[in-house]
Nanobody, 129 residues
Framework: QVQLVESGGGLVQAGGSLRLSCTAS????????RGWFRQAPGKEREFVAAIRWNGATTYYKDSMKGRFTISRDNAKNTVYLQMNSLKPEDTAVYYC??????????????????????WGQGTQITVSS
């Protein structure tokens, strides 16, 4: 059974940092795009960041650039999201995902949750002001 399990969520004050981890089991995702999405109450799930199979190319939503860093360790089947300078508007449930998007997948595919095949259960991030 394939599972993606997130960890590292919690409550943090504005300006603080958190590091999320997402470890996969049941199969290897070394060739897959790995991504992070988030969903706030009453809002649609939105793209946060993605990273290609070898970790050489990363993508971020504009509002996360310079604050968030995605990375991966294929030997551990794990993807990370380092979040700095957190803001109250970053409060949401954060989900990791894995998708067989192909090596030349476009930005539109990378940011679309429907393109991802596997999902974690989500971890809550709450940023207090």
């Amino acid at each position: 059974q394939v599972q993606l399990v997130e960890s590292g969520g919690g409550l943090v004050q504005a300006g603080g940092s958190l590091r999320l981890s997402c470890t996969a089991s049941g199969r290897t995702f070394s060739s897959y795009v790995r991504g992070w999405f988030r969903q706030a109450p009453g809002k649609e799930r939105e793209f946060v960041a993605a990273i290609r199979w070898n970790g050489a190319t990363t993508y971020y939503k504009d509002s996360m650039k310079g604050r968030f860093t995605i990375s991966r360790d294929n030997a551990k089947n794990t993807v990370y999201l380092q979040m700095n300078s957190l803001k109250p508007e970053d409060t949401a449930v954060y989900y990791c995902a894995a998708g067989d998007l192909g090596y030349g997948s476009s930005w539109d595919k990378l940011i679309n949750p429907k393109e991802y095949d596997y999902w974690g259960q989500g971890t809550q991030i709450t940023v207090s002001s």
